[in-house]
């Protein structure tokens, strides 16, 4: 496997950093990841500011039931709609787990919220509004800014410009960029997401398909393609007015495939080998059948469109490289720095552990490897995938190892472990996802972990108080 080359010919000197020292720090986002950065910036003594592009804070947990006129995003005109969500979802981790460790995600008596344990998503909005609250983090938001451009200039510092986003025409303002907003950083915190990027199958044949298509970024209010969260619950969504839906997929066993238990409408399908202009839709394992819409649940691409490094950091295959431990690209280090890359985690208490570090990094209390260290720890990881046949596209995809990259995260920083109730907790939700996909929301067992979690949140209320 090649590695990607992180641009020798280029070189940016990491100066001896004093102890403790206040940088300016950009952050571009305000989703959960963007605000856990504002608030471990500030506590470490930073001055930060938060380019956000929408009118409020949540990212994509603020739900519109707007979608965007390509209903499978690969027009690069398109308006962008920045959020994921659809309608009826619901979180699929409980809220014990779910939540911030400096701010647990507990139920509320507010008039108007959601208090059940897995709830929708308007319910995690008003928690990260809360959160923002709690900690004034508001103050630090430049709401309707749209960052067009992240770069290096002369003095080691960052450029970054914005232009305004008129949302009373629904459009962006069309400023030349003498007529932006330039402002220089010491360092820039990406927190911009990765969920309105669609990914989409390559099929043979599509180009005569007659049916239609769609990415579940749109999907609102049937093949689909993936088996995914959205995917699972997409798929039952749709069930209860379509006459068939069949889930096309790599990573069914092959005694999986057929008719899903409990469901006269559901088959799970092998993945799609091609289609045909007739309407068929022709699977790997040989099943054919004739479907009007094809869905494509297939996840997302990283996009930076507004980072220039000189190509020093790249996506490749939707692998974004090279960082050190997702976070730090090592020639660009520490004042380059990505927040919330991984995925198939438990997302907000892990963008804790990257904000307290990469915050303790920036001051200089936190001792950061250097290039050459990065450098060969990334070759290593790189090399380990290769050997163990991992394509790059699941680079960032940690799945049950996000505990131990967690506590590496905790380690650096001097943060406490994951809590041991919390890992339980996660990994008894996953097995009751599988054994009872309609229930688990609802229905559970683990009574004596909740408990727990309770526990330790009342400690930290007591904290709070003190």
Aim: with cysteine.
């Amino acid at each position: 496997m090649i590695i990607p080359n992180p641009n020798p010919t280029v070189r940016v000197p990491r100066p001896a950093m004093p102890t403790p020292a206040s940088r300016t720090v950009a952050v571009i986002g305000a989703g959960a990841a963007g605000l856990s950065a504002a608030l471990e910036l500030r506590r470490e003594g930073h001055r930060v500011v938060v380019y956000e592009r929408e009118t409020q804070i949540g990212g994509t947990w603020a739900y519109t039931p707007e979608t965007e006129n390509d209903p499978i995003g690969l027009d690069p005109t398109r308006k962008i709609v920045h959020t994921s969500l659809y309608a009826s979802l619901r979180t699929n981790l409980p809220r014990e787990v779910m939540g911030f460790r400096a701010y647990p995600f507990t139920a509320t008596e507010k008039p108007g919220r959601d208090p059940r344990r897995f709830p929708g998503h308007g319910e995690v909005l008003d928690y990260l509004r809360d959160f923002a609250d709690e900690f004034q983090l508001g103050e630090l938001v430049r709401f309707g800014r749209e960052v067009f451009h992240v770069g290096l200039i002369d003095n080691r510092k960052w450029v970054v410009k914005s232009k305004r986003v008129n949302w009373e025409l629904e459009e962006e303002e069309e400023e030349e960029e003498e007529n932006g907003e330039n402002e220089s950083f010491d360092a820039v915190v990406v927190c911009n997401g990765h969920y309105a990027e669609p990914r989409i199958a390559e099929i043979p044949g599509i180009d005569e398909w007659p049916g239609k298509q769609i990415h579940s970024h749109n999907y609102r209010v049937v093949v689909l393609i993936g088996s995914s969260a959205s995917a699972d619950d997409i798929s039952r969504d749709i069930a209860k007015v379509a006459k068939q839906v069949h889930i096309a997929s790599r990573s069914f066993p092959i005694g999986d495939i057929g008719k899903l238990s409990g469901h006269d409408n559901i088959w799970l399908q092998s993945m799609i080998n091609s289609v045909r202009k007739d309407g068929a839709v022709c699977f790997q394992d040989g099943n054919t059948i004739y479907a009007d819409i094809i869905l494509h649940c297939t996840g997302y691409k990283y996009h930076f469109p507004f980072l220039e490094t000189n190509d020093i950091v790249t996506v490749e295959e939707n692998r974004v490289g090279p960082l050190y431990k997702h976070v730090f690209p090592p020639t660009l280090a520490p004042w380059l720095s990505f927040v919330g890359l991984p995925w198939k985690v438990v997302p907000f208490p892990l963008f804790e552990f990257q904000t307290k570090w990469i915050a303790g990094v920036l001051s200089g209390r936190i001792p950061l490897e250097s290039t050459e260290e990065m450098k060969a720890d990334i070759e290593a990881f790189y090399s380990s995938l290769e050997e163990s046949g991992i394509p790059k596209r699941y680079t960032h995809k940690i799945g049950d190892q996000q505990f131990e990259y967690n506590d590496l995260l905790a380690a650096k920083s001097g943060a406490p472990p994951t809590e041991e109730w919390r890992k339980e907790m996660y990994f008894v939700t996953g097995r009751r996802k599988r054994s009872t996909p309609e229930t688990y929301r609802d229905q559970w067992e683990d009574q004596d972990l909740i408990s727990l979690a309770n526990q330790c949140f009342d400690k930290l209320n007591i904290a709070f108080k003190a």
